[in-house]
């Protein structure tokens, strides 16, 4: 069972950059999510797809930040004019939807963005 | 809204020392709750979970049961290895309606001494 997988791990940009992070789920789950990971504190949501249809985003979610999940697999977060507070850890998670244990959300590595 | 409050750490332990770390939540209805683990410079890890009232999470000799009376799940080893060091999170989430994130609590970080 190959798990969530996410590229790339670490990522060092210049303020006003774009950037873009994809995330690789688990084959048979339907949804995916995207988390935001600051130091010293717990994720905080930002998107969740199911299927390739984006169902709920967060307020923390700007206009600068788009997701997108077009064949329903995999999905890319791309945060675009990055600012220092944009640095981070950004976590994908997949799940499965189904009756048994569907909720269980399961995460890739993260994705750690730097902005200079 | 719905929150998760755990004990703040860090929680520094000797090795086969007993551990709690202690998680109450805030929500309206009847959440999962989870609890996580996070080790240095990865991602989060399920380390057990229980669905409903009086259910007991178990894996790798780790506890939590959830106390709806007490709205609690709090986290508990017996004996902790140098290997338990990591950040532990409690987390929440609804099954049913629109919601479907998890909503975490700020996440203890446990340091086992051999």
């Known amino acids: 069972d190959t798990g969530v997988s996410q590229d790339p791990r670490h990522k060092i940009t210049k303020r006003g950059q774009n950037v873009t992070f994809r995330c690789d789920p688990i084959?048979?789950?339907?949804?995916l999510y995207w988390y935001r990971q600051t130091l010293g504190q717990g994720p905080e949501f930002l998107t969740y797809?199911?299927?390739?249809?984006?169902?709920?985003k967060s307020r923390l979610l700007s206009d600068r930040f788009s997701a997108e999940r077009p064949k329903g697999s995999f999905s890319t977060l791309e945060i675009q004019r990055t600012e220092q507070g944009d640095s981070a850890m950004y976590l994908c998670?997949?799940?499965?939807?189904?009756?048994?244990?569907?909720?269980?959300?399961?995460f890739g590595p993260g994705t750690r963005l730097t902005v200079l | 809204g719905d929150s998760v409050t755990q004990m703040e750490g860090p929680v520094t332990l000797s090795e086969e020392a007993f551990l709690t770390i202690n998680c109450t939540y805030t929500a309206t209805g009847y959440p999962s709750l989870f609890w996580y683990v996070q080790y240095p410079g990865e991602g989060l890890q399920l380390l057990l979970k229980a669905t409903k009232a009086d259910d007991k999470g178990s894996n790798k000799g780790f506890e939590a049961t959830y106390r709806k009376e007490t709205t609690s799940f709090h986290l508990e080893k017996g004996s902790v290895q140098v290997s338990d060091s990591a950040v532990y999170f409690c987390a929440l989430i609804f099954s049913s309606g629109s919601a479907r994130q998890l909503t975490f609590g700020s996440g203890t970080q446990l340091t086992v001494l051999p």
């Open positions: 998670a997949s799940s499965s939807g189904g009756l048994q244990g569907g909720n269980t959300q399961y």
């Open positions: 084959s048979e789950h339907n949804r």
């Open positions: 797809f199911q299927n390739e249809a984006q169902l709920e």
